[in-house]
């Protein structure tokens, strides 16, 4: 199962240096602010309510590999390619352009996540609301 998603960020003034570049971070921010917008465009959340209680999707993992500077002001586009093909995770690839330059591309790993009170959080598989709503991923969604 594989869907597409594209979305656009601004570098904003509190997101640079002196010189006006993204600090490193921020690149991590806008790969997770582009899933957020992505489960939000799918009808689904980063924390959800089901019958058995609160679930949600922790990262598991994170990188990033920086191609060029991102600049106060620049727009960024972000294409995300989203895989859930094992029934427990879901992988998001990430690639950061401006004007069809890349800046960066990157990674995040999710695992879905059980969070009872007074317990520490365990993996479950995916529910059936979110593969459901993941869907065959053959249309990209997103600005």
């Known amino acids: ?7 656009r960020r601004k570098v904003e003034f509190s997101h640079t240096d002196m010189a006006g570049i993204s600090h490193f971070t921020n690149y991590f921010r806008y790969m997770e602010e582009a899933e957020h917008e992505f489960l939000r465009s799918i009808g689904l959340n980063v924390v959800m309510q089901d ?23 620049a ?12 029934g427990k995770t879901i992988s998001y690839r990430c690639q950061l352009l401006e004007q069809d330059e890349l800046v960066a591309e990157g990674q995040i790993q999710v695992a879905c996540c059980r969070f009872p009170a007074n317990q520490l959080p365990f993996a479950i598989p995916l529910t059936d609301e979110v593969l459901a709503k993941l869907g065959d991923g053959k249309e990209p969604v997103g600005a």
Do not use: N, W
Not at 1 to 7: D, H, L
Not at 75 to 86: C, K, P, R
């Open 51 to 73: 019958a058995k209680g609160t679930y949600g999707f922790p990262k598991l993992s994170a990188e990033c590999r920086y191609r060029r500077p991102a600049v106060y002001g």
């Open 75 to 86: 727009e960024l586009t972000i294409h995300m390619h989203v895989h859930a093909d094992d």
């Open 1 to 7: 199962m594989q869907r597409s998603f594209v979305t």
